[in-house]
């Protein structure tokens, strides 16, 4: 893949399709322009500057921006949506609403009143992106847009940006380079996502609402973070250890209007032990309810509508995105166990480009002596060895971790195996 330089200006045409009004924001690999069609309709357009990045990581970049294309093109009013996908001297782009309105923080600015449906809306996004097995991994008020409506909605679905982020973020020209972003993505990271220099964390939906509190505190402060304000590098180790303890400034909320409302809520987000954090956008929702007042929550039947008589998996997030595996098809005659990993001796094999975060022998689904159900089970049986082998880094069914004992698995449940997100239909 050939990817050539561009220098692009107000009044280029890009594609033959859509001329450029004005540049709108910048990223690591990115820029994004506000543009127009024949019609004259206004549009957003992402371009990958690929010819800055090394021959070597063209493919694995361009399928996360791909990914990025794609979340983009699920249905829901709380996430902006991509419109269109395209090439332009080798440097791939893709088309999106354009919100003129602006960030969540243009918002806020205007109306602080409006912070608890704000509030909501993201939630209702992320609940989305969850459901479908997606992680926003990269949630803060510049990645909130404003609709016409008065919705916000998601955007920036965490994937351009998350090429080695925790080298990235050690870098000292990288923090330079882009002072906007000390202020962005190391600031509202969980824990466990700063912890991870090439170990073996699995990103959870726990990950985003870690953020979402971070976020809360931020526009309800005025500008501060829970963890101390940081104004140079230096600062950020110290910033990330008050995280890893737990030890946000309460006090600073108290200090402001409405803070105390919101003191219960941050507190769960900002749990350093994501298992005692909020487990999902709906138990935060459920516990606004005082502040959203008459706002609709419509999910009170969808675990309802759950079936153990699932069929198949559907990579969501992962080097597979969109592959799906029809279960019966995989097993053996008369066999009853499927084996899930990184190694060919798997049934179902999960290939990584650009980790080892897969298990050679990840997981485990069996299938009912009667054909009722299926059981999903952390790690394999080894045969030659006589005994049971978990995963390097666990195996999560809708986040809770999962014992070689194993789980029930139901229709809509989401699997986490590494970097794979992987819904059961």
Known sequence: MV??????????????????????????????????????????????????????????LVNKFEQEYKTGRLSSEYLIHSLDFGTVSGNPYLLMEYCQTGDLSNAIANDMSRLPHYAHDILEGLHVLHSEGKVHRDLKPENVLIRNNGKAALTDFGVVGEMDKSKRMSEVGWWKKRPKQVQGTPLYMAPEMAARTGGGVTYLPTVDIWSFGVMMYELLSGGSFPFGDIERIEDLPGYQEKAKNGKWDTDRLRSVACGSDWLYIIDRCLNPNYRERYQSALEVLHD???????????????????????????????????????????????????????????????????????????????????GGFW???????????????????????????????GFKVFTGDIITAGEYKIKVE
Do not use: C
């Open 3 to 60: 990817a050539y330089r561009l220098d692009i200006k107000t009044g280029d045409l890009i594609d033959g399709k859509y001329t450029v009004i004005n540049q709108i924001g910048s990223g690591s690999y990115g820029d994004v322009y506000r543009v127009n069609d024949v019609r004259g309709n206004e549009y957003a357009l992402k371009l990958l500057r690929l010819w800055e990045v090394s021959s070597e990581l063209h493919t694995s």
């Open 375 to 405: 059981i999903i089970r952390d790690g394999q049986w080894k045969k030659n060895e006589r005994r049971w082998v978990t995963s390097t880094n666990g195996t999560y069914l809708n986040a809770t971790p999962i014992t070689q004992e």
């Open 288 to 370: 606004m309810k005082p502040m959203i007042g008459n706002v609709s929550l419509n999910h009170t039947n969808e675990k309802l509508s759950r079936s153990t008589s699932i069929s198949r998996l559907v990579i969501t997030q992962g080097d597979n995105l969109g592959e799906s595996y029809i279960l019966d098809h995989y097993l053996k005659t008369q066999g009853r166990m499927l084996r899930v990993g990184r190694g060919s001796h798997n049934d179902i094999v999960l290939p990584e480009s650009n980790s080892n975060y897969v298990s050679r022998n990840h997981f485990t689904l069996e299938k009912s002596m009667y």
